[in-house]
């Protein structure tokens, strides 16, 4: 059985309908530093790790539950994730 290594960047964002008060901090900031052509301003989380897996089904399914039940708050925020896959090894005894 081969099984591949897949990095994954993991984007975690406030869903639009929630307050970000950081990202209107920042917002504000930046006007005052004279970029007054800055608006929307929303802060995230980026995260990378990286995950062997069987295929990338596989790997899809184990970020969505690492990602619903640790990185993100379900109720508050979205998150989206890309897989790039960096390695195919052998597995053991295969």
Known sequence: M??????A??????????????GTAVE??????????VEGVRIGKYVE???TSESPEAATQQ????CDQ????PVIENYR?????VATLMKAGA
């Open 2 to 7: 081969t099984l591949k290594k897949y990095q």
């Open 9 to 22: 960047h993991i984007y975690v964002t406030l869903r639009p309908s929630v307050l970000d008060p950081a």
């Open 28 to 37: 504000s900031g930046l006007q005052k530093m004279g970029d007054r052509n």
């Open 49 to 51: 790790l990286t995950i």
């Open 63 to 66: 970020l969505d539950r690492i």
């Open 70 to 73: 640790l990185l993100a708050n």
């Open 81 to 85: 994730f890309e897989l790039v896959e």
